[in-house]
C-alpha cells in the first residue's frame, strides 16, 4: 500500500507561483510511477504531469512550458512547479501513484491516490 500526502496548495493572481509537494511512503516506490492530476467544479480529472519510475516525464499540452515535475529521490517527494498560473489552471490538485513504469494519464490506471490540494487563480 502506497500512501500520498500533498502540500503547496494555496492561492495566486494570475501569472504567479505555485509549488505543489507529494510524499510517498510505502514499499519498492523505486517502481511506481507517480504524477499530478487535477479536478475542477464540473470537470472529469484530467493529468497534468507524469514522472515514470525510470524517470520520464510527460505533461499536458494545457500545461506544457508552465509546470515542471520533479522529484527527491531519497524523500521520496514529488513536486510539481507552476509558474505563470492562470484562471483556467485553478482545481483540486492530486498526486496519483501507479505501479510500474507508465507515463500515462489515464485515471483508470492509478492505484493510488493523494488527498488532494486546492489551488487558486484569481484574475
Known amino acids: 500500500q502506497v500512501h500520498l500526502l500533498e502540500s503547496g496548495g494555496g492561492s495566486t493572481l494570475a501569472g504567479g507561483s505555485l509549488r505543489l509537494s507529494c510524499t510517498a511512503s510505502g514499499p519498492a516506490l523505486d517502481r511506481v510511477s507517480m504524477g499530478w492530476f487535477r479536478q475542477a467544479p464540473g470537470k472529469e480529472r484530467e493529468g497534468v504531469a507524469m514522472?515514470?519510475?525510470?524517470?520520464?516525464?510527460s505533461y499536458s499540452n494545457s500545461v506544457k512550458g508552465r509546470f515542471t515535475i520533479s522529484k527527491d529521490g531519497p524523500s521520496n517527494t514529488l513536486y510539481l512547479q507552476m509558474n505563470n498560473l492562470q484562471p483556467e489552471d485553478a482545481a483540486m490538485y492530486y498526486c496519483?501513484?501507479?505501479?510500474?513504469?507508465?507515463?500515462?494519464?489515464?485515471?483508470?490506471?492509478?492505484?493510488?491516490w493523494g488527498q488532494g490540494t486546492q489551488v487558486i487563480v484569481s484574475s
Open positions: 496519483a501513484a501507479t505501479s510500474g513504469w507508465s507515463l500515462s494519464f489515464t485515471t483508470a490506471l492509478v492505484d493510488y
Open positions: 514522472m515514470a519510475s525510470g524517470g520520464q516525464t
